[in-house]
């Protein structure tokens, strides 16, 4: 039996399924609220598995930074951290993120901060992408400040309003430009990976998130549908276990589209929401085993706590 420690923020549903779920699989698993734990209490566990989703960043950015120290202090006190630090700082940068896809050889769109103004870099990155671009929250999520400009007038005015948004809601993080992707399917396809293994594959529907615009967008929240058994090929898998395996992630969901060149990663989310539906449940219920498989071959802590 393995002893859990789950740092999350506010409590959602899927830290309490995932809390029930290891409970089921034979191993203890607390919830700790990051905002009320030190270094030292995470020495009566034998994992830390970070719950602290990027989009906590849209109401509560500094919290997102006491995560990533609490992950650092964790892995220096010799507890194990599924993600551990590294990790999810690509989770809660998609600058970071997209720099290591770029250094592992894998496809993603092109992305640089947004400084704030015109500049000679951002005049030469729009120069080479062309219109449209994606502008969105370095760090953040649920399509939060998403959107897709389609020229300088447009991006001018959108930033406006984001940054006002961002500065009344304490959002200390930056902007980012991204290379538009055009998908050769109405879905994506959204691959969970643990330890270097695919364990389930599904796709959601491209929506528009202004009218008159082509769909381009993958988001629950935001209207798409579930597409349960997409069609793949073996490269969508390969490329998702790459990224998983680029930004040291143990548990990742990887965003893929396939565009005429092929699979493409639009974000890594080591941290993945789930809802309470069956089909969902079940992927949850597939990530927790394979998690389970993980941690009961882990040296050291774990297998210390096991024997006991």
């Not at 740092?7 to 809390?19: G, I, N, S």
């Not at 830390?48 to 906590?56: C, F, H, Q, T, W």
Request: with cysteine; proline share 5%; hydrophobic share 45%.
């Amino acid at each position: 039996m393995s002893r859990l420690a789950l740092l999350h923020h506010d409590l959602e549903w899927t830290e309490a399924r995932l809390a029930q779920e290891f409970r089921a699989a034979g191993h203890t698993a607390t919830l700790l609220d990051v905002r009320e734990v030190g270094p030292t209490d995470f020495d009566k566990f034998d994992l830390v598995l970070n719950r602290v989703y990027a989009s906590v960043a849209n109401r509560a950015f500094d919290d997102t930074r006491r995560c990533l120290e609490l992950l650092r202090a964790a892995g220096e006190r010799g507890v194990p951290c599924l993600n551990d630090e590294a990790a999810t700082r690509a989770d809660y940068s998609k600058l970071v993120a997209a720099r290591l896809m770029t250094a592992h050889g894998i496809r993603t769109p092109l992305t640089i901060r947004w400084p704030g103004a015109w500049t000679d870099a951002v005049e030469a990155f729009i120069d080479h992408v062309g219109w449209p671009l994606v502008v969105k929250r370095d760090t953040g999520g649920r399509a939060l400040d998403l959107g897709r400009p389609g020229d300088r007038a447009e991006l001018d005015r959108t930033m406006a309003a984001r940054s006002e948004r961002a500065r009344h809601s304490g959002y200390a993080g930056d902007f980012v430009l991204q290379a538009f992707v055009t998908s050769a399917h109405v879905h994506d396809f959204r691959v969970g990976v643990v330890a270097g293994r695919p364990v389930f594959v599904y796709g959601r529907t491209l929506i528009a998130l202004e009218t008159g615009e082509s769909p381009w967008l993958a988001s629950v929240a935001n209207g798409s549908r579930i597409v349960d058994h997409p069609a793949y090929d073996a490269d969508v898998l390969a490329t998702a276990v790459a990224a998983t395996h680029a930004i040291g992630a143990v548990f990742n969901e990887v965003d893929i589209v396939v565009d005429a060149a092929g699979p493409i990663v639009i974000e890594n989310n080591p941290t993945p929401n789930y809802i309470d539906e069956p089909a969902d449940i079940e992927r949850l219920r597939a990530a927790v085993a394979a998690l389970v498989r993980w941690m009961e071959a882990l040296p050291g802590r774990a297998a210390g706590a096991r024997a006991g």
